[in-house]
């Protein structure tokens, strides 16, 4: 069965950086489009960048210029690299497998496949 798990979350301090991994099993890593998203207590489930299947990656405007989605297919494994991390930060973060046929890229229901997410704290 299809399983992604995701790891690299963590305690950082405000300013700080973390790299998350998500390492897929059971689907062709090569053929699908990925994507990261999260959650803060209290509030809906945030998209945070995608990559497709050639590599060619996108970020949301929120996070546009501190968080970068890359990919390498050899290890089945996505990245989120996190740089100049802010409290508000704060949230279980997810990777997701989408839908091939998905055409909004932005939307947790173009996804199909999800991570059990990893907790990351940013302090002030």
């Known amino acids: 069965q299809v399983q992604l798990v995701e790891s690299g979350g963590g305690l950082v301090q405000a300013g700080g950086s973390l790299r998350l991994s998500c390492v897929a099993s059971?689907?062709?890593?090569?053929?699908?489009?990925m994507g990261w998203f999260r959650q803060a207590p209290g509030k809906e489930r945030e998209f945070l960048g995608s990559?497709?299947?050639?590599?060619?990656?996108y970020a949301a405007d929120s996070v546009q210029g501190r968080f970068t989605v890359s990919r390498d297919n050899a290890k089945n494994t996505v990245y989120l690299q996190m740089n100049s991390l802010k409290p508000e930060d704060t949230a279980v973060y997810s990777c997701?497998?989408?839908?091939?046929?998905?055409?909004?890229?932005?939307?947790?229901?173009?996804?199909?496949?999800w991570g059990q997410g990893t907790q990351v704290t940013v302090s002030s």
């Open positions: 990559i497709n299947r050639k590599g060619s990656a």
């Open positions: 997701a497998a989408r839908r091939p046929s998905a055409v909004v890229i932005g939307s947790p229901s173009s996804y199909n496949y």
């Open positions: 059971g689907l062709t890593f090569s053929d699908i489009a």
